[in-house]
């Protein structure tokens, strides 16, 4: 979480003052790494893309989209359908399900709260 110092000062007036105020006093902040959200940010490539296709035909118009909107070049395009016209969709890896996102998702927070009740069990 991100404040500005007078935003800050001004919702929490007596933390403020606690914090920047007294002299002599100091804080320690952290944070457990392991609880960031891996996906938070996430944005699928062109390979995340054709792996969720079902056929080589869908895989080259999703390659023709990603070009024409500019989020692939020409020469990748390029390169993309010559492999997958020479080699298939299984060149990129196993099909990603339609809930694929979802289920790595849910493995992820159940594997955190597991983590969590661990060290409140402690």
Known sequence: MIHDIE???KK??????????DKGK????????????????????????????????????????LRERGEIGEKEASELKNILEEKGLGFFGGRKSDDYYYREASKYWESLRARRSDREGD
């Open 26 to 65: 100091s804080i320690t902040v952290g944070f457990d790494p392991s609880s960031i959200d891996p996906w938070r940010g996430y944005v699928p490539g062109v390979v995340d893309y054709i792996r969720r296709c079902r056929s080589v035909e869908e895989a080259l118009r999703v390659v023709d989209y």
């Open 12 to 21: 929490y007036p007596n933390l403020y003052k606690e914090l920047v105020e």
């Open 7 to 9: 935003e800050f000062r």
